[in-house]
């Protein structure tokens, strides 16, 4: 089991970045699918973007494509969603989360506030 801890959410102006922290518990975090998703209230939380575990391999939802990038540090446990050229539709809770399947997530963080004004 892997316990996931986010940071770097806050409020920014529309047109500005953050950069998202994960930090993961399990020594064995390279064996770990990494992604990042986002929830606004009342919405079902969506997918953001994707890593493999070596890191060379990403995905993302087209609504953030060519404005977000994410990253893995297997050496630090960390994996990181560099957010550039926010909108105002992007703020949500952002959620890290890890499989160590094929399948479905089975391990999240518990999300981090990104708010972002005009």
């Known amino acids: 089991q892997v316990q996931l801890v986010e940071s770097g959410g806050g409020l920014v102006q529309a047109g500005g970045s953050l950069r998202l922290s994960c930090a993961a518990s399990?020594?064995?975090?390279?064996?770990?699918?990494m992604a990042w998703f986002r929830q606004v209230p009342g919405k079902e939380r969506e997918f953001v973007a994707y890593?493999?575990?070596?890191?060379?391999?990403?995905n993302y939802a087209d609504s953030v494509k060519g404005r977000f990038a994410i990253s893995r540090d297997n050496a630090k446990n960390t994996v990181h969603l560099q957010m550039n050229s926010l909108k105002l539709e992007d703020t949500a809770v952002y959620y890290c989360?890890?499989?160590?399947?094929?399948?479905?997530?089975?391990?999240w963080g518990q999300g981090t506030q990104v708010t972002v004004s005009s």
């Open positions: 989360a890890a499989s160590d399947t094929l399948g479905a997530y089975d391990y």
């Open positions: 399990r020594r064995t975090f390279s064996s770990y699918r």
């Open positions: 890593i493999n575990r070596s890191g060379t391999n990403t």
